[in-house]
């Protein structure tokens, strides 16, 4: 995959180099075609998977105009963060474009709701953006964490470094279900909620090809430390800040959350298209 450069008012732009020169995808909420465990957009007969970190990443450091070429349908997921993707950004070096930063506002409040889940998602009008997201499993491990982002919060340092994240007993059904390829130990925190037996672990161990796994006290895998205690709620931010930009760019507006998810944050980026759709054709 290669970012590249694009004239201003182009916005962010996949283009499925294999598939042949008419293989573009555009970065819309219309595009989006599946959202479980990421987010999938698909355009005519071309798809481009896990496009949140990215995505992320693009808005985090305030790029709005740039081409994505990639040769396959998966974006790379390198350590399950942003983390890469930012540090080749900032030593590349970013260009100031001769053309008005085009923010998305939003003509009143936004609110999407998920009853089965509980989820929801608060988007209000604002001159800045911001995000305040908070996330609860039900864990005893994570228990409940929240975490914010405005524009004096260094996204590089505290949000784009922040890695996803899997419970144990999610992973032999994800490897069963061909939905880990690019995963290993190095990529993903892994969250013990339930006591597992040295067998369970050889088995993770065997699946990853690394030596024998143990549990730490505080019910994390010792795959990897935690760069925060709030990691796994720093990265639901993360994840929604790439989704959100499938509302057409970087919002301009004040954003709440609970329990954010793929599903609800890419319904919130079409709901907040409708809601400036329906004002512009008043």
Same mark, same amino acid.
């Given at each position: 995959m290669?970012? *590249?450069? /694009?004239? /201003?008012?182009?916005?962010?732009?996949?283009?499925?180099? &294999?598939?042949?020169? &008419?293989?573009?995808?555009?970065?819309?909420?219309?595009?989006?075609?599946?959202?479980?465990?990421?987010?999938?957009?698909?355009?005519?007969?071309?798809?481009?998977?896990?496009?949140?970190?990215? $995505?992320? /990443?693009? +808005?985090? $450091?305030?790029?709005?105009?740039?081409?994505?070429?990639? &040769?396959?349908?998966?974006?790379?997921?390198?350590?399950?963060?942003?983390? #890469?993707?930012?540090?080749?950004? *900032?030593? &590349?070096g970013l260009v100031e474009q001769d053309a008005e930063r085009a923010y998305v506002t939003v003509p009143h409040e936004i609110f999407v709701e998920d009853e089965k889940s509980g989820s929801w998602v608060r988007i209000s009008p604002a001159d800045a953006p911001s995000f305040d997201v908070t996330v609860d499993f039900g864990s005893k491990v994570l228990g409940v964490q929240s975490s914010h982002w405005d524009r004096d919060v260094d996204y590089s340092t505290e949000i784009g470094v922040c890695r996803t994240f899997v419970f144990f007993h999610e992973i032999e059904f994800l490897f069963q279900n061909n939905l880990v390829k690019g995963g290993d130990v190095e990529n993903a925190i892994v969250i013990?909620?339930?006591? %597992?037996?040295?067998?369970?672990?050889?088995? #993770?161990?065997?699946?990853? +090809? %690394?030596? *024998?796994l143990s549990v730490g006290q505080e019910g994390y895998l010792n795959n990897l430390q935690l760069r925060f205690p709030n990691e796994c709620g720093r990265h639901k931010m993360l994840d929604m800040m790439g989704d959100l930009m499938l509302c057409g760019g970087c919002l301009a507006a004040k954003v709440t959350a609970f329990k954010p998810g793929h599903g609800i944050n890419t319904r919130a980026a079409k709901a907040v298209i409708d809601a400036i759709s329906a004002k512009n054709c008043i």
């Amino acid at each position: 995959m290669t970012v *590249k450069p /694009a004239p /201003a008012g182009t916005g962010i732009i996949f283009r499925r180099v &294999d598939l042949g020169g &008419d293989a573009v995808i555009r970065t819309i909420a219309s595009n989006v075609s599946c959202t479980a465990r990421s987010t999938t957009l698909t355009q005519g007969e071309a798809s481009v998977s896990t496009i949140e970190h990215l $995505m992320s /990443a693009l +808005c985090g $450091m305030g790029i709005d105009n740039a081409f994505v070429d990639i &040769d396959n349908v998966e974006v790379p997921i390198l350590d399950g963060s942003a983390r #890469l993707y930012v540090e080749a950004f *900032k030593a &590349d070096g970013l260009v100031e474009q001769d053309a008005e930063r085009a923010y998305v506002t939003v003509p009143h409040e936004i609110f999407v709701e998920d009853e089965k889940s509980g989820s929801w998602v608060r988007i209000s009008p604002a001159d800045a953006p911001s995000f305040d997201v908070t996330v609860d499993f039900g864990s005893k491990v994570l228990g409940v964490q929240s975490s914010h982002w405005d524009r004096d919060v260094d996204y590089s340092t505290e949000i784009g470094v922040c890695r996803t994240f899997v419970f144990f007993h999610e992973i032999e059904f994800l490897f069963q279900n061909n939905l880990v390829k690019g995963g290993d130990v190095e990529n993903a925190i892994v969250i013990v909620e339930h006591p %597992v037996s040295d067998g369970q672990l050889e088995r #993770l161990s065997s699946l990853f +090809c %690394v030596p *024998k796994l143990s549990v730490g006290q505080e019910g994390y895998l010792n795959n990897l430390q935690l760069r925060f205690p709030n990691e796994c709620g720093r990265h639901k931010m993360l994840d929604m800040m790439g989704d959100l930009m499938l509302c057409g760019g970087c919002l301009a507006a004040k954003v709440t959350a609970f329990k954010p998810g793929h599903g609800i944050n890419t319904r919130a980026a079409k709901a907040v298209i409708d809601a400036i759709s329906a004002k512009n054709c008043i």
